[in-house]
């Protein structure tokens, strides 16, 4: 089948499509024919050779898909699972959504929210997944709390607005430009705010602190984030895009009575995958079939681009999620 191959680790330029064998599929799973997948930050990292892939799970880069149902694996047809071949999907993977077809755990397979393109559900899952565990089941933001999430034009900052704000948070973003800026004001950001000339612990701080901050920096905002924080506030760590090691302010925390939470979706297990999945069906697919939360797809291009794929979401340059067709 075809599928993107990585020849060593680096650059995008590593990266290629070719022939590879069709996965086998075991208990529990089922085999999809994948209509698109979507660029994720993580797929930057493994091709990069820092994402080590989970033991047992497919080395082909790819966390998310949307296909349809080709064939049930042993244990995954029964009436109770509810699936059927045909069947149009979209799935949370732990790899291998790069391919012309995917074996997913039964649970980590979602319906396509109504008024949603097949090919645009692609861009859903791993969001809507790590948006919903880490702000509202990990993190508990509440209505009328403050909530920040940086990056807010970025695939995950794109949802996490909508989703905080859907829900009566008040939202508050950065991002690096006028025009990102505008994007994350048109999705629901009560008050975003630009990195480069606005600080933004001076912002939270002047209206009470953030509730919850989701941030994918990691070491370069961890003093910053916690000084923004508000009493009982909840920091959940989700990247490293500003690397790894910081000197935390134990006291600064305790004063505030905070949580720094480090959390990761790929290693969870797949039973954890599956309950968060699960919320994601009963608790936001309604308000994207409502239109209230939308997939914000910054281009679609065939699999083949994978390497401008990758060159494009490094460059950060994009407007949330970048998706690759079969």
């Known amino acids: 089948m075809r599928a993107v191959i990585a020849s060593g680790t680096g650059g995008p330029e590593v990266l290629s499509v070719g022939e590879v064998p069709e996965p086998t599929l075991r208990p529990g799973e089922v085999l999809v024919d994948v209509a698109a997948t979507a660029v ?15 033991e047992g799970s497919s080395e082909i880069i790819g966390l998310e898909c949307s296909g349809t ?61 790590t948006v919903w565990s880490n702000v509202f089941m990990v993190a508990g933001l509440q209505p009328r709390e403050n909530f920040l999430v940086h ?10 607005i909508q989703l905080a704000s859907a829900l009566s948070a008040k939202v508050f973003t950065t991002a690096g430009s006028a025009s990102k800026l505008a994007v994350c004001a048109d999705l629901g950001a009560d008050v975003p705010i630009n990195y480069r000339d606005e600080d933004f612990v001076a912002v939270l701080k002047a209206d009470g602190g953030a509730d919850v901050i989701l941030d994918n920096m990691g070491a370069k905002y961890l003093a910053r984030n ?17 690397g790894t090691k910081a000197e935390l302010d134990i006291n600064a925390l305790l004063r505030k009575r905070g949580a720094v939470i480090a959390t990761a979706l790929r290693s969870r297990t797949a039973a954890e995958k599956a309950a968060i999945c699960a919320e994601v069906v009963e608790q936001v697919w309604p308000l994207v079939a409502d239109g209230s939360v939308v997939p914000v797809i910054h281009e679609r291009m065939p699999l083949e681009d994978v390497e401008k794929a990758h060159r494009l979401m490094e460059d950060s340059g994009h407007i949330g999620k970048i998706v690759l067709t079969l």
């Not at 790899?95 to 008024?115: I, S």
Request: charged fraction near 15%; charge should be negative; include cysteine.
């Open 226 to 242: 916690i000084d923004a924080l508000a009493d009982s506030g909840r920091l959940v760590i989700i990247g490293m895009m500003g």
């Open 151 to 160: 990056g807010g034009a970025g695939g995950i900052g794109t949802m996490a």
């Open 40 to 54: 994720n930050r993580a797929d930057t990292l493994q091709r990069m050779g820092f994402y080590p892939v989970p």
């Open 69 to 129: 149902i080709a064939a049930l694996g042993p244990d995954a047809g029964s009436e109770t699972d509810g699936w059927s071949v045909g069947d149009e999907v979209c799935a949370l993977l732990t790899g291998g959504g790069y391919a012309a077809r995917v074996a997913v755990p039964v649970g980590q397979l979602m319906p396509v929210p109504a008024g949603v393109s097949l090919i645009d559900a692609a861009a859903l899952p791993e969001v809507a997944c």
